[in-house]
């Protein structure tokens, strides 16, 4: 069986985070809570990658409104590893709509519009795999930190 440590997530900074200086606190959350960076880059990624990520909201009535939103500006692209990174990523996110978002996530704390919420987060192990390699093909960083040992039991 794969270790629970290697678990991916994509997390995404929206052109709106980065508009609004919100990369660090992001960032910030998931370096506190001990999980490892391991892909990162800044980039304003294409129509066809956008619709691609996004490929099952395409029927959505929303899709063309979000494509648009998210080739507004720059976005960071981000791999996050760790046990159980997915779920709990979802979880610090918070709900994808703010207003229903609880305090003490991101979006709860720092968004109201679901048009404009700020980030991105996998839903499930199976797409924290496949967005990790759409957005950074096999060049995120396999290193372990030195801080493990106070993390994991
Ligand atoms: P999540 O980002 O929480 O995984 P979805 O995959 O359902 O949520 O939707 C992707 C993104 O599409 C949302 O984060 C949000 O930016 C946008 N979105 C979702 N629902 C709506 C909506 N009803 N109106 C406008 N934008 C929406």
């Keep these: 069986m794969s270790d ?17 200086g919100l990369v660090g606190e992001i960032i910030k959350r998931f ?14 990624p294409s129509k066809d990658l956008l ?19 998210m080739s507004g500006g720059p976005v960071v692209a ?5 046990k159980n990174v997915v779920k709990t990523g979802r979880s610090m996110l ?8 609880n305090p003490g996530t991101i979006r709860g704390d ?12 996998s839903d499930s ?3 924290g795999k496949r967005e990790v390699k759409l ?11 030195c801080t493990e040992n106070m993390i994991y039991e």
Excluded at 94 to 101: H, K, Q, R, V
Excluded at 135 to 145: A, V
Aim: proline share 6%; charged share 25%; hydrophobic share 35%.
């Design 4 to 20: 629970p440590k290697n678990e991916v997530s994509f997390i995404m900074v929206k052109p709106d985070g980065v508009q609004r």
């Design 31 to 44: 370096e506190n809570r001990g999980f490892k960076l391991v892909g990162c880059k800044m980039m304003s």
């Design 51 to 69: 619709e691609t990520h996004y490929v099952d909201l395409k029927s959505k009535p929303f899709f063309p409104g979000l494509i648009k939103y």
């Design 78 to 82: 981000m791999a996050w590893q760790g």
């Design 94 to 101: 918070g709900a994808t709509n703010p207003l229903d978002s």
């Design 110 to 121: 720092l968004c109201i519009d679901v048009g404009r919420n700020i980030c991105h987060g």
């Design 125 to 127: 192990v199976e797409s």
């Design 135 to 145: 957005w950074f093909g096999d060049s995120t960083e396999d290193y372990s930190l």
